[in-house]
């Protein structure tokens, strides 16, 4: 594991390369430090790690958490770990740099919650397919993630499961003939 070059203690999250030309691999916390000295703001104290919350029928999803500092604006970033490592569900707000931290904060904690309670697809079982995963209302939101299986294509995550991009197409055989809509998001954009 390469440690930060400042604090020694944490695993490198980023490489910064400072207005002197040093290059430096640094830990979250060491970067917004940094980063909030040269932009002149003021961090509220708050601790990046991991965070448990509840979702739907009391299971148990934790999250690593991290603020992070970028030039133009404060965000945090909520990640799921999952036991078996597979992408789960993921969470980012972003705002400008003069904001109300603790604000932004909450407004990750509400989306968390509203991400882990709301399902797009659904098990389906009929006779003539048997057991499928299908649509519920036909729409779906998700966010696309590196696929090592399949480097030409990216795999999606949707209700913070993945899927190959093969596995979705299956999903839509239900709507032949039907208009669709692709429209891309910031991981810091709300929908709806
Ligand atoms: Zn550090």
Redesign the pocket.
């Known amino acids: 594991m390469n440690l ?1 070059d ?2 020694k ?2 695993q490198v999250d980023i490489h910064v390369g400072t207005p002197s030309g040093e290059n430096l691999h ?2 979250w ?2 970067n917004n430090n940094l980063a909030a000295e040269y932009l002149g703001i003021d961090l509220i104290p708050f601790r990046n790690g991991i965070y448990e919350y509840t979702g739907i029928r009391g299971k148990k999803h934790t999250f690593r958490i991290n603020q992070i500092v970028h030039p133009v604006g404060i965000g945090y970033e909520a990640d799921e770990i999952t036991v078996d490592q597979s992408p789960g569900f993921k969470v980012a707000v972003m705002d400008n740099l003069d904001c109300d931290q603790a604000v932004l904060f909450d407004k990750l904690e509400a989306k968390i919650k509203k991400t882990i309670f709301k399902r797009y697809l659904k098990i389906s079982k009929d006779s003539y397919f048997g057991k499928r995963i299908i649509i519920k209302n036909d729409e779906v939101v998700g966010r696309f993630e590196y696929d090592e299986r399949n480097e030409s294509i990216p795999m999606v995550v949707i209700d913070g499961k993945a899927f190959s991009w093969d596995e979705l197409g299956k999903m839509l055989t239900t709507y032949e003939g039907f208009q669709f809509a692709l429209e891309i998001y910031d991981m810091t954009d709300d929908i709806k």
């Open positions: 930060c400042i604090c203690k944490n640094l830990c916390e060491c």
